[in-house]
């Protein structure tokens, strides 16, 4: 693995992982093929998993689950950093393969690793600090009561296909933190590394099943919901979807947190610092392909530097090297599926017919590379001319599309960015520290970013506002949505009954 190149990897070890081994699936009927983007080649096999695999996987869970939460979170703390420090050692080796199935470039995926592995050590660092809201509550008499924080028993995780072993992380590293145990589905577009995960928290110590992997797409997931055993459903991918989770887990009265869409706003004024607003309205749109639920896809300018502005993005734009994502000096690699690709350049497409103007890319792009052929490439592209009601400014593209609008105040632009049923990011760059913060305050979102974009510490919530979810990852109050609070009452006289 270590030299392994685009083109040459081939996955045949079983994707599954319960009672602490991969698990091969019980029949192949229903088997897909998985390919690798950047060359349009087979990687593997995705078999999803059935009723009696899905709850072989829950009760594997729950045995792990009855051993780990009576654990102290010191000692949770100790195999999750294990965990966290064998990813940081393995960094390389996941992230290629993290490229290979996903397609963006190994700069980013390294990046991507990285963040997973401080997610764990982060939570690892909260466990052992983990209390009841009020110690000890006196009442009257002698008598008192104090609270408990306990876990939930066995959540599920169902991860979208854009950040694949780094979702698996931000869902895991809370949950077992808190006690849980956790099954997790990834798409069944990216199988291949959420079982890596499973493997290094098997080897740093975590009892057997605790952290399980199922294969599997809508059927899976839907069996995964409806199980009685399962206590919360953390999902992320986009909205239809979610709601479908919602409405499941609702049956059983289960927690829900969902990660969902966005189609966020980017505010310039003209008293940014343009030459760091141009990059961040590059960071913005075109991480992952453009792939990424918090991207800042409408950008509004205001109508002064348009021009600057432009030209500017336009020519860095122009300048991204796109090609193999395994190469150091790709910054762009390809989008994770054909349909997906065709998707994204019909949205380009419509917004030509609807006014829009291509001022850069927008076409399918056929790097030299002959191994790269059948790949699923696109050239960045940047939409001028763009306005509220048109298809690629109300939809969430989740391609490499950037649509620019002018604005000329301040209380015109909020009441547009805010015209939306997503809120998931928003982002503002202005010198003026006043605005800044009223701009923040205004806009209907789960995060502002203030002069830069896209940068997600995990010590700081991420979730959405409106339809792009509620509940939240990373960060302290995440802590919440993993875990639940125990009133014990203490008689410390006689009862006094009324009957
Ligand atoms: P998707 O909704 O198609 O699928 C997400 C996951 O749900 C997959 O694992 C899929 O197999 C599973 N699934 C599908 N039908 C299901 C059902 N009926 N019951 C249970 N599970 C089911 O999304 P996607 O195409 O994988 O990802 C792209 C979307 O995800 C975009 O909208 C993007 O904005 C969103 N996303 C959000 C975040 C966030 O943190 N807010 C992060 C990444 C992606």
Known sequence: MPGASTGTVVVTDPLNFWGGKRV???????????????????????????????????????????????????????????AARIIRERREKIAKLEVINNGKSITEALVD????????????GLAGTLSGECQHIQLPGGTFAYTRREPLGVCVGIGAWNYPFQIASWKSA??????????????????????????????????????????????TGTLLCHHPMVAKVSFTGSVPTGKKVMEMSSKGVKQVTLELGGKSPLIIFKDCELENAVKGALMANFL????????????????????????EVVKRTKAIPVGDPLLDGTRMGALISKPQLEKVLGFVSQAKKEGGRVLCGGEPFVPSDPKLKGGYFMSPCVLDNCRDDMTCVKEEIFGPVMSVMPFDTEEEVIRRANNTTF???SGVFTRDISRAHRVAE???????????????????????????????????????????LKTVVVEMGDVESLF
């Open 24 to 82: 091969k699936p019980r029949e192949e009927k229903n088997a897909e093929p998985v390919f690798e983007p950047a060359t349009g080649r087979v990687l593997c096999q995705m078999i999803p998993c059935g009723a009696e695999e899905v709850d072989e996987a829950i009760k594997s869970a729950h045995t792990a689950y009855l051993k780990w939460s009576k654990m102290a979170g010191m000692e949770r703390a100790r195999v999750m950093l294990e």
């Open 113 to 124: 690793i990285d963040i997973a592995w401080q997610c764990i050590e982060y939570y690892a």
């Open 174 to 219: 809370p949950a077992l933190a808190c006690g849980n145990a956790m099954v997790f589905k990834p798409s069944p577009m990216t199988p291949v590394t959420a079982v890596i995960l499973a493997e290094i928290y098997k080897e740093a110590g975590v009892p057997d099943g605790l952290f399980c992997v199922v294969q599997g797409g809508a059927e």
């Open 288 to 311: 992952t392909q453009g792939q990424v639920c918090c991207n800042g896809t409408r950008v509004y300018v205001q109508r002064e530097i348009m021009p600057q502005f432009l030209e």
């Open 423 to 425: 809120g998931l990011a």
């Open 442 to 484: 205004n806009l209907e979102a789960g995060t502002c970013f203030i002069n830069n974009y896209n940068i997600s510490p995990v010590e700081v919530p991420f979730g959405g506002y409106k339809m792009s979810g509620f509940g939240r990852e990373n960060g302290q109050v995440t802590i919440e949505y993993y875990s639940q």
